[in-house]
């Protein structure tokens, strides 16, 4: 999409902000840096989604795990994800998270992996507030949102737009926007100018 292209669908998308949903998967999101080469700034994030969805903050919802280190007792947030959730709450969005497992594996250097999942209450939360939107613009390249897209497309008539960066959108979605599930996708590298942590 070009810079006038943009502008269209957000002058379009404005006219409908009080009946549209904005899903953002920010671990997702934040590998889009390995395909874009820059990295989304939640601030910015923030400004764009407010085209979208306005007003209601639970229609602005961030996903994101609450990493508290790896010993089950701690109370503390790490500084990364304290920094994180913090920062999205500031900018408007509805924080969503769970807390960070942490899986022993000596596969890998750190003796461990960190698991935080939150699709199904993505999923959970499109149908629990199924009544609040008409549109939704989901910010993930997940393809596992495809099979909940497909059923609120087909059965209520919910319109779906997917913005994700190129090599990193499920073959899934690209499968549901070939049957109409889903109406776009879009890729951030077309938003860099409103995106770019380090754009003036």
């Given at each position: ?50 085209h979208f969805a306005s007003g209601k903050a639970f229609l602005r919802r961030f996903y994101y795990g609450a990493?508290?280190g790896k010993s089950t007792k701690s109370l503390i947030l790490t500084p990364w994800s304290s920094m994180v ?85 499920g073959a899934e979605l690209y499968e549901a926007l070939s049957q109409k599930s889903i109406e776009k996708i ?15």
């Amino acid at each position: 999409m070009n810079t006038s292209e943009i502008k269209q669908l957000l002058a379009e998308l404005e006219q409908k902000r009080d009946r549209t949903i904005v899903i953002v998967d920010w671990a997702n999101v934040e590998r889009w840096k390995e395909s874009l080469g820059w990295e989304i700034d939640i601030q910015k994030l923030g400004k764009l989604v407010k085209h979208f969805a306005s007003g209601k903050a639970f229609l602005r919802r961030f996903y994101y795990g609450a990493d508290f280190g790896k010993s089950t007792k701690s109370l503390i947030l790490t500084p990364w994800s304290s920094m994180v959730l913090n920062k999205a709450k500031m900018n408007g969005f509805e924080v969503v998270t769970k807390r960070v497992k942490y899986i022993v594996d000596r596969n890998y250097s750190t003796g461990y992996i960190k698991k935080c999942n939150l699709d199904i209450e993505m999923a959970m939360d499109l149908i629990r507030e199924i009544a609040n939107y008409d549109v939704a613009v989901i910010f993930s390249g997940d393809g596992d949102l495809a099979c909940v897209m497909k059923y609120l497309h087909d059965r209520f008539g919910k319109r779906f737009i997917v913005i994700g960066a190129r090599g990193f959108v499920g073959a899934e979605l690209y499968e549901a926007l070939s049957q109409k599930s889903i109406e776009k996708i879009l890729y951030a590298s077309d938003f860099e100018y409103r995106l770019d942590r380090n754009r003036p």
